[in-house]
């Protein structure tokens, strides 16, 4: 029997995350019992105070145990914190270091969405790859230069760290570690019991780009200013370096600090977005799409928008248009 501690953090978590991981691996004992056999997972709502000082939304969340109460786990399971990050961390700053200590024991932990910024903050981590919500990729970028950011993928996987991309695509990680541990008949039945995609390993098709903006360089800002102003255009970066009076090689350093993307990357993907938009839409086909945001090329074109989509521009049409004018 595997023992699981569901964490149930202070403050305002995301009960989905804590519900629907406990339903799923319930149902995996449930459907996979026998007389003589244990259920495969010991599951146990875990956190740092008996009284429900976690809100999930509508409701608080009242855990059963407390962190001092395990004595060994063998799965740590942490669900997205919504509050605001120093504070949370702040409130929960005995979860830390319990963290470590489990994870030295051999225990092993699944962060969902936006949990890594916590799991971050302990250091575990450091130069492993990791996913969270394609929303928060820049600025977890900046707070932990030293993991590696994988933002696309759904599920990563690395010396017993398991993270997931954003919001309800935590239910894939489960479903993986499901298989992991009850096998591949289990997960494929649980992923068609609960209507789960199962093998999806990429968040881009969700992504939606905006451009990094935290930071205080005015000069990169008036250059993506530019580039998102007139992304249909051919532009040069030699053309925006002089526009910002700065030497190319200047330029290209400080604008790939800033945004964490080269200049060719940005105006790509700003394009990108211009063309998923316009496909949204339904009213255009691919190729018109294709011309009004600069592109020439069917096959550039194609191979630009799968590099940020992981979906051609046909699948992403036949997938996201709008139904009133089909």
Known sequence: MKHVSIIVPKGNVSAVNIAGTHQMLTWVNETYKTPREAPLFRIQLVGLEKSPDSKGGLFALAPEVLLSDIERTDLIVLPAIHSEFQQSLEDNRELNPWLVKHYKQGAEIVSLCISSFFLASTGLLDGKPCSTHWASANVFRELFPKVDLVDEKIVTEY????????????????????????????????????????????????????????????????????????????????????????????????????????????????RVEAAKRQLEGGRKTVNEVMYEVGYNDAKAFRDVFKKYTDMTPVEYSSKYTSRIFS
């Open 159 to 270: 010396d017993g760290i398991y993270t997931s991309g954003g919001a309800y695509a935590f239910t894939n990680l489960i479903i993986y570690i499901i298989e992991k541990y009850a096998g591949r008949e289990a997960a494929i039945l649980a992923a068609k019991t609960f209507m789960i995609d199962i093998d999806r390993s990429s968040q881009s098709p969700f992504m939606v780009f905006a451009g990094q903006r935290s930071h205080n360089d005015k000069k990169v800002l008036k250059a993506q200013d530019y580039l998102e102003r007139h992304y249909h255009e051919k532009i040069s970066v030699n053309d925006l370096s002089e526009m910002v009076s700065l030497g190319r090689r200047t330029f290209e350093r400080r604008f790939k600090k800033a945004t964490m993307n080269s200049v060719l990357e940005y105006h790509q993907r700003v």
